[in-house]
């Protein structure tokens, strides 16, 4: 029985309720996370709770079929491509809507890491004509 909430039993409560979610995620086929908890000496608060469909695209996917829907600013870039760089093999996989700089998304298709580029690399990198493809 807890009867103070410390960092070490917000691991524990944590893990207990993400363990009680399991079965609920395999009945009705969602994904869902916990987000980020406060808490002090008698209680424990989580910001936001989410529950997906499994598979569903993530929201920057969703941005990015938004931004390819609606705009024509991006028409000589190919967003199919696989440009190489430096070892890496990089393809554009999101867009993110609320970033003023660095709003694409790249996935090194080799290593499946995440980074984010600005439009100016973006031209640079997938424009039809330079963007090198395999």
Do not use: P
Request: positive net charge.
């Amino acid at each position: 029985m807890i009867t103070k909430i410390d960092k070490n039993e917000c691991r524990i409560i944590r893990d207990a309720i993400v363990n009680a979610l399991k079965d609920v995620e395999n009945t009705l086929g969602l994904e869902i996370n916990l987000g980020s908890g406060r808490f002090d000496e008698d209680c424990l608060t989580f910001n936001k709770v989410s529950c997906k469909v499994r598979g569903a695209k993530s929201q920057e996917q969703k941005d990015l079929d938004w931004v390819l829907t609606t705009t024509h600013a991006y028409d000589n870039v190919d967003f199919d491509k696989v440009f190489s760089y430096q070892g890496k093999k990089f393809k554009v996989s999101g867009f993110n809507m609320k970033a003023r700089t660095n709003r694409w998304n790249v996935v090194d298709t080799l290593t499946n890491k995440q980074y984010r580029i600005n439009d100016d690399t973006l031209k640079a990198w997938f424009t039809k004509d330079k963007a090198s493809c395999e």
